[in-house]
């Protein structure tokens, strides 16, 4: 067997099993060694019931004491009995299980594992794993990888399978020579890859970590030298005269706000580029709502002035369709064509905007990944500006710098890094900075509160749309699920059209809808027919509402606080007042001061701080941070050594590192 043979050719994987790897992108024996565990859990001893803690995951030892209930609400099974070991009694509580009746006796002792909480006088826990003593005892005090799942598919399958194939694990190639893995005191790559599926001490898990997140690191880096090579320091091949740059300020005038300092610079250094004698590469860098589209707003004109044609590329459909519109209404008048480029387009209308920009018959053009199909080219491409660009990976970027003849590129991004760190990851980018909020924007005010806070908070919200503002309110969930603890978009939406009555117009967006359906939806979100958005976090990018005052995020503690910050960044565009109000359903200790950090500050820079900080001891890859880098264990703050360790080794021994056998170059972009 070898690492690029099919997961099939593996002891124990069937074809049924086959197809649920696949679920989760697992191909070839590689792909499996590289499905890396999500965390670990360790077995710890048993506590009795009087000690335990809401919202503190624990295991308890204790005795069936009640006969095993069944109930069958709704399209659901509920499976209930009651346990007890002298100290104090607990609920145990099972949905859509109803094998767990015939497992469970009343009178035996188990051990149960799981998150109690508090609901009304009782304890309870639900789905928590349960264990006969004896087997318990032996799984105490090793650490159990737990595997990223795709529905069908438990981490028992996955640990089943890895072990199969160790043998391969530690005989891997490595992408550095000896010599180099001593110098900088690394440990051999297939050491650990091995340490991180079968770890034995915690020490050893976390150098194996790094290791894996260097490795990471090092790929990163090394295709951005590349795309370095490639794009930088090209002769300008689309100068801009000084009149165009001229004519910039009569659009700089005309826009309804005075640009802040850091618009200014930014703007003052793209023409700087743009007029000079070199290609520009530039990243713009500001907090959500600091004015981005604005920057590549002038930009684009210039461009246009100069007699380019410009592209905008951005992550989904509905930005890319805001951002049209939006281009549509500030360019009005000055004869600028701008077209709309997406995947769900019909064929023709695709095939007919790809002719017209090879014609030169259209000006701007605002779109996603279609816009760097081989079968998309340009007549005169000047600009090419990529919004939310840690959305992208670095071989997209490049593809859409190598359309056209050596375009000008402006990337943007939301995403604080701290400036040594930039340096290294935007080493290919100049980077502006816009460090300050537009004039005259109020702080957005927070509260963290629990679940009983809401009855306020839908008074509040009325109030608000009263005052003709609108709200969104983010479920983690689309439909309802087993633990009736995580709020859903669709079940959610229906209880606050009663509580609100029929003059509140309430309508629910996620994922699952059609590109069009999310489009129609946004849009009467924006004009104003919609009061309240229920959504997930499919509206977290790019989205402006400036009309929007309030956001409420139900189970705020599930949720990364740097994502929290990104949906935050959703309200509090306008000059009204606008509020963020987080609802914290587990009111543990832990989520509690985690999300203080959202209540006591609006700044990016500081929550991704803290919010490493903050990590335990045994959260050893974070809670991800939602897509802001393509990084599948790497994560930039928590891994900073590494990072600059990359560096050194990519200038020092670039010719010495390779990719040959395996295939982490290609998939960690
Ligand atoms: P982001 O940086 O998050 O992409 P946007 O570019 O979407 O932010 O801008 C957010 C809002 O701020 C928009 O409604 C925009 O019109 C407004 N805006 C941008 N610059 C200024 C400014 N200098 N003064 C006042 N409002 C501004
Ligand atoms: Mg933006």
């Not at 508090?118 to 928590?128: A, C, H, L, S, Y």
């Not at 349960?130 to 737990?146: F, I």
């Not at 793209?270 to 907090?287: A, E, F, K, V």
């Not at 790809?354 to 760097?372: F, P, Q, W």
């Amino acid at each position: 067997m070898q690492l690029s043979d099919s997961i099939s050719t593996v002891k124990g994987i069937g074809e049924k099993t086959e197809k649920l790897f696949h679920k989760l992108g697992v191909y070839t024996i590689e792909d499996l060694i590289r499905t890396y565990p999500r965390t670990y859990i360790e077995y710890t001893e048993p506590v009795s019931v009087n000690s335990i803690r809401p919202g503190v995951r624990c295991a308890i030892r204790a005795k069936v004491v009640t006969n095993i209930e069944v109930k069958k609400p709704r399209r659901m099974t509920i499976v209930s009995f009651s346990v007890s070991d002298g100290t104090g009694s607990v609920r145990i509580v099972f949905f859509n299980s109803p094998y767990i009746r015939s497992v469970i006796r009343k009178g035996d002792s188990y051990v149960f594992v799981g998150t109690p909480k508090v609901k009304g006088n009782f304890i309870v826990m639900e789905m928590p794993e349960y264990y006969e003593l004896r087997k318990y005892t032996s799984l105490k005090s090793v650490m159990q990888p737990v595997y990223p799942l795709t529905a069908g598919l438990t981490s028992n399958t996955i640990r089943k399978a890895v072990k199969e194939v160790s043998y391969l694990i530690e005989g891997m190639d490595d992408i550095l020579p000896k010599d180099i893995l001593n110098e900088y005191g690394l440990m051999p790559r297939g050491q650990a890859s091995f340490n991180v599926h079968f770890p034995r001490d915690m020490e050893e898990l976390k150098k194996s970590i790094k290791r894996l997140a260097f490795d990471e690191f090092l790929s990163f880096l090394y295709d951005i030298k590349i795309l370095r090579e490639n794009c930088i320091r090209k002769e300008n091949a689309h100068p801009v005269g000084k009149d165009a740059a001229g004519k910039l300020q009569e659009f700089i005038g005309s826009l309804p706000f005075e640009l802040t300092k850091g618009q200014k610079d930014a703007v003052s250094d793209i023409i700087t580029d743009m007029t000079g004698p070199y290609t520009m590469n530039r990243l713009i860098q500001g907090d959500v709502g600091s004015g981005k589209t604005v920057v590549a707003e002038a930009a684009l004109y210039v461009n246009y002035l100069a007699g380019y044609q410009g592209a905008l590329m951005v992550p989904t459909e509905v930005l890319a369709v805001q951002h049209f519109k939006d281009l549509s209404k500030v360019f009005s008048g000055t004869g600028m064509r701008i077209s709309l480029l997406t995947g769900s387009l019909k064929d023709k209308e695709k095939k007919d905007i790809k002719k017209k920009l090879l014609d030169g018959e259209i000006d701007i053009v605002v779109g996603t990944h279609a816009l760097i199909q081989d079968s998309t080219d340009w007549k005169n491409l000047g600009l090419t500006v990529i919004d939310e660009q840690h959305r992208f990976g670095v071989n997209q970027r490049k593809k859409l710098s190598m359309k056209g003849n050596a375009p000008h590129t402006i990337v943007m991004s939301a995403t604080p890094i701290p400036r040594t760190l930039a340096m290294i990851i935007y080493a290919d980018l100049d980077v502006s900075l816009i460090s300050e909020m537009p004039m005259g924007r109020k702080r957005i005010m927070n509260c963290v509160v629990g679940t009983s806070y809401r009855p306020t908070a839908y008074k509040f919200i009325g109030d608000e749309i009263k005052k003709g503002h609108q709200t969104y309110i983010i479920c983690p969930m689309i439909e309802e699920n087993e633990s009736s603890d995580i709020e859903n978009v669709i079940d959610y939406s229906y209880g606050i059209k009663d509580w609100f009555g029929s003059e509140v117009r309430i309508e629910y967006l996620h994922g699952k809808l059609s590109e069009e359906d999310k489009i129609k939806i946004l849009e009467r979100f924006m004009d104003g027919s919609i009061d309240i958005l229920v959504s997930t976090t499919v509206i977290e990018v790019g989205i402006n509402n400036p009309n929007a005052t309030v956001m409420m995020i139900e189970n705020a503690e599930r949720f990364g606080l740097a994502q929290l910050h990104q949906l935050r960044g959703r309200v509090g565009r306008g000059d009204a007042q606008s509020y963020a109000i987080f609802i914290d359903t587990k009111e543990s200790e832990e989520s509690k001061e985690r999300l203080s950090v959202l209540e006591n500050s609006n700044d990016g820079f500081f929550i991704a701080k803290e919010d490493l900080r903050l990590r335990g001891p045994g959260d050893f890859f974070g809670i991800r941070q939602s897509g802001d880098m393509p990084f599948n264990i790497a994560d930039i703050y928590n891994h900073a050594d590494m990072l600059k360790m990359a560096q050194d080794i990519i200038l020092k021994y670039s010719d010495r590192i390779s990719f040959k056998d395996t295939k982490l170059a290609e998939t960690t972009i």
